[in-house]
């Protein structure tokens, strides 16, 4: 296991080398042999979290477990292939069958693919549920930042997705099979991205009740961490290309993310100003953003929210019965159905 071991080392933080092995551990039964990575488990880890804070704000609007689960079991797997297929499509060399096309556990995913795959299966299962985008998007949004950035100190146990060299106080060194097991010190961009997203979760979370229209925080998200990418990408050794170009296509995307998307913040909430002002929509809740760009009329947007949905799937937090309550019922209804076979 000698190729999966990186030295690692912060000479300008006074942190001295030390070696981490990508392999966390092994599980051997019989002929089956499984090599537990840590890059595996610190996704893991941030998958976890990133649920249950969805479970979290979801639970402040009445929208029940189980069905944020539904939203889990179908987004999170389709999430990761489509991390993958992104990952390909940018970088197709070396793809010999269909086999090494999928063998995620070799390398080779790209957080881009993650996002936009996620989103069109959170919308799919929006409009299944009759649940509005907007707010499921809202919830999902700061997820997926603290995901990204515990997830990126996978890319640091891999001793991966490192930047030029550079002789900066924080620089990390690098002994590994990436680097021909020489001694290079480098960005420590994982540790960049990892801490502008931390910064940017702590940022929307306070800001979070201040929102003006459902999906403000989703939008919030995508210009942060499209800011942040299109910079950081720059340093970065192992930048997927925009076919034969030197056009970085992370940098590109999270640069046309910022650029195009923060605009319609600022109209948003300019003319959710407007028109809570002239009475047009009510001051106090945020509003559908398609009313605040005039493409449905805020007495349409009233009658959607009027709709009945399904109450296994949202229900109101003040009428939902106590773990008390519901044993008691449960006692009541058992003795009155053995005085039912008495009286028989």
Known sequence: ??????????????????????????????????????????ICVGIMLAFFYVVFRAGQHGIVLDTILDYALVTVPLAIF???????IFNPEG???????????????AIYGAIIVGAI???????????????IADFAAP????????????????????????????????NNLL???????????????SLWNLL???????????????????????????????????LRTDSLYLGNTDIRVSSLLGALCFVLLLPLIIIGRVRFAQMSKAGTIAADKPADLAVLLGIVKPEAAKLAEEEPTDEDDILEITEAPSVTELLEDNIESTENAEDGEKEE
């Not at 990204?148 to 690098?174: D, H, K």
């Not at 979760?201 to 499209?226: P, S």
Request: aromatic share 20%; glycine share 12%; proline share 2%.
């Open 200 to 234: 940017g979760f702590a940022l929307i979370n306070i800001f979070y009740k201040k929102k003006k229209f459902h999906g403000e925080i989703m939008l919030w998200y995508v210009t942060w961490y499209g800011l942040g990418r299109a910079f950081i990408e720059t």
């Open 179 to 193: 680097t021909n097991f020489e001694t290079i010190y480098v960005h420590p961009t994982f540790l960049y991205e």
């Open 143 to 174: 997820a997926v930042m603290l995901g990204q950035a515990i997830g990126r100190w996978g890319n640091f146990a891999n001793g991966e997705a490192f930047g030029a060299q550079t002789t900066l106080p924080w620089r990390m060194g690098v």
């Open 95 to 109: 793809y010999d069958s269909f086999y090494d096309i999928i063998a995620i556990w070799n390398g080779g995913l």
């Open 82 to 88: 489509g991390a993958r297929i992104y990952y390909v």
């Open 121 to 135: 299966c959170v919308l799919c299962v929006s409009i299944y549920k009759k649940i509005k985008f907007m707010l």
């Open 1 to 42: 296991m000698g190729n999966f071991i990186s030295k690692l080392s912060f000479p300008g933080l006074g942190i001295p080398e030390f070696e981490i092995d990508r392999v966390a551990f092994e599980i051997n039964i019989g002929k089956l042999h499984l090599s537990v990575a840590w890059y595996g488990l610190i």
